[in-house]
């Protein structure tokens, strides 16, 4: 399978820059399993869900990661993408190259790390001279939101980002971007879902800066996922498992709260509680356990997620269904609008 596959042609100006406000006013694509696809908004999600289903979410929050520091007199930025323990993190770092095991980088006065390990790529492990919650109330004093790189600030996240880059169930705090098709949903909306019959459970994904990562070889056999960690609970599991057995679907909120649900699933589709990191590659072909429907939003050109839904509701199907999108306008990626996908059969 090659990269190639899964190239298209979008407009630049369909990359949206801003989201909608408020948040479940953004159009909504549903693909049902068989017959055309409908243009609709998200506020129609209730009635196309059934009593019974229950809806997966993931509840990361994401943290300001992005720093700007000093080695000695040299400007150093490093963005965190991985938590490795308490105190310290994988980073993305500019420039790498001058950057060597020992190296301190001095973030503000009194905070600062030092470089344990230099990787692959860019990548650096830091160790902070602080953890747990010292180290996050020190990213909340002097990081930055990292938006994806195709957004565009000169100046950074801005206050509206802030807000607007976070769901409004974010609860644990360790992401580095959002899980973007939870930022459609409003108190209204959860409750409308509520009133429904659609269970809602919670997972957690910590989503990691890999998910930027463009894709460099052109055999997708070859390509290797940066690690995320996720967490599922018993409860939840239980949940999800119940629901199954009397009938109702399985409803991913976004593609992190897929990948951890079909990570946490046995071969046989059963579920149990899952701690750890999850590096699940989905390609066309993959065999999917536990998950029927999927909400998420519109995919970047030969990026590992327009695979993944390919892979989830066909490839032919997906290409239509994008070129029907970028025709009537849909708003593309993280600040865009959403679809929800049937699962093929």
């Known amino acids: 399978m090659r990269l190639s596959d899964f190239d298209f042609e979008l407009p630049r ?12 006013a953004a159009r909504l694509l549903h693909l049902p399993a068989e ?15 059934r009593p019974g289903d229950v809806a997966v979410f993931n509840d990361t929050r994401v943290i300001p990661s992005r720093l700007a520091g000093r080695r000695g007199t040299a400007s150093v930025e490093v963005t965190l993408h991985k938590r490795e323990t308490a105190a310290a993190w994988w980073a993305f770092a500019r420039p790498a190259r001058k950057l060597h095991a020992g190296d301190r ?49 000169p100046g950074g996240a801005d206050s509206l980002d802030r807000e607007t880059y976070q769901t409004v169930y974010a609860r644990i705090g360790g992401a580095v971007a959002a899980p973007t ?6 108190p209204a909306l959860l409750q409308a879902l509520e009133e429904r019959g659609v269970r809602r459970v919670t997972a957690t994904l910590h989503v990691g800066a890999g998910t ?9 056999a070859q390509h290797r996922m940066h690690a995320e960690w996720g967490s599922l609970s018993a409860e939840a599991a239980a ?34 509680a ?19 429907l999927l909400m998420t939003n519109f995919h970047l050109p030969k990026s590992t997620l327009f695979m993944l839904v390919c892979a989830f509701a066909g490839g032919e199907r997906m290409r239509a269904a994008y070129a029907h999108a970028i025709e ?18």
Do not use: N, W
């Open 13 to 24: 100006e369909a990359i949206a820059q801003r989201p909608v406000s408020p948040r479940d």
């Open 181 to 186: 098709a939870g930022l459609h949903f409003t």
């Open 105 to 153: 980088i001095d973030f503000a006065e009194g905070f600062h790390a030092l470089v344990e390990t230099r990787g692959d790529g860019g990548e650096v492990l830091l160790r902070f001279d602080r953890e747990g919650g010292d180290l996050m109330a020190a990213l909340d004093r002097h990081g930055l939101l990292p938006l994806p790189p195709y957004i565009h600030r």
């Open 35 to 49: 017959g055309p696809a409908a243009d609709l908004g998200v506020r129609d999600l209730p009635r196309l869900l």
């Open 239 to 272: 949940a999800i498992s119940a629901a199954r057995a009397a009938g109702g679907r399985v409803v991913a909120i976004g593609t992190t709260a897929l990948r951890l649900l079909e990570s946490a699933a046995g071969p046989d589709g059963s579920l149990g």
């Open 328 to 345: 009537q306008g849909y708003r593309f990626f993280s600040y865009g609008d959403g679809s929800l996908l049937e699962r093929a059969a």
């Open 274 to 292: 899952f701690e750890g990191e999850t590096d699940i590659f989905i390609l066309p072909g993959y065999r999917f356990r536990a998950v029927d």
């Open 212 to 220: 930027f990562l463009p894709v460099k070889h052109d055999d997708l």
